[in-house]
């Protein structure tokens, strides 16, 4: 089984400064990585993935994530974030032994920036 | 391309009712699985379609259940609804490949009173 660990539930910062969203996940296997983003009323937007490679993945928007293994986690930056960064973030695993796309999600980081 | 639809955008039922909701992935789509959001449990995962076979389902009982048409398109039921129904679905799409990258519809927001 897997699980996502979403270390923040709600993080606040002043606009222009920068950001790191936690997430730690634990699996018996093999794992992708996503973080996804929700703006309010709508559903959730893919911002970066990682399936292999080079651990340090970039996505939209200028977020960026690390693949750590040894620590399990996947923890997501901003080196300047806007006030329409405002949203709340998901991270989510699935299974990368094929099979199912299954996506195991974290309860979520509300992230409010601040003017 | 369109993304995903996802119909009604928003239904109001009475518990004992039960809801058919609908969603039509990306062309070309045809893997779709479905979602339950809510404030208490987070994201939670129902269950997934692959060309028109189930081939994973989460741990929701058995009121809930879902199917998929041979043009991809899904719907899921939950018959005999509860107060603690109420929630945001949402579905999502996706080639199947190997990317695992699921495109999500808004969802339909479920209110059961």
């Known amino acids: 089984a897997q699980s996502v660990t979403q270390l923040d539930s709600q993080v606040p910062v002043f606009e222009e400064a920068p950001v790191e969203l936690r997430c730690n996940y634990s699996?018996?296997?093999?794992?992708?990585l996503f973080w996804y983003v929700q703006y309010p009323n709508q559903g959730l937007q893919l911002l970066l993935k990682y399936l292999s490679g080079s651990t340090l993945v970039k996505g939209i928007n200028g977020f960026e994530a690390e693949f750590n293994k040894s620590q399990t986690s996947f923890h997501l930056r901003k080196p300047s974030v806007h006030i329409s960064d405002t949203a709340e973030y998901f991270c989510a695993v699935s299974d990368a032994q094929g099979g199912s796309e299954k996506l195991v999600f974290g309860k979520g980081t509300k992230l409010t920036v601040n003017p | 391309k369109a993304g995903v639809t996802q119909t009604p955008r928003y239904l109001i039922k009475t518990r004992g009712q039960q809801v058919t909701l609908s969603c039509s992935p990306i062309?070309?789509?045809?893997?779709v699985s479905w979602y339950q959001q809510t404030p208490g449990q987070g994201l939670q995962f129902l269950f997934e379609?692959?060309?028109?076979?189930?081939?994973n389902k989460g741990n929701f009982p058995g009121r809930f259940s879902g199917r998929q048409f041979s043009n991809s398109r899904s719907e899921m039921n939950v018959s005999t609804l509860e107060l603690g129904d109420s929630a945001l679905y949402l579905c999502a799409s996706s080639t199947n490949s190997n990317s695992n990258e699921q495109f999500f519809g808004p969802g339909t927001r479920l209110t059961v009173l």
């Open positions: 699996s018996s296997v093999s794992v992708y």
């Open positions: 062309s070309g789509h045809r893997s």
């Open positions: 379609y692959f060309s028109e076979t189930q081939r």
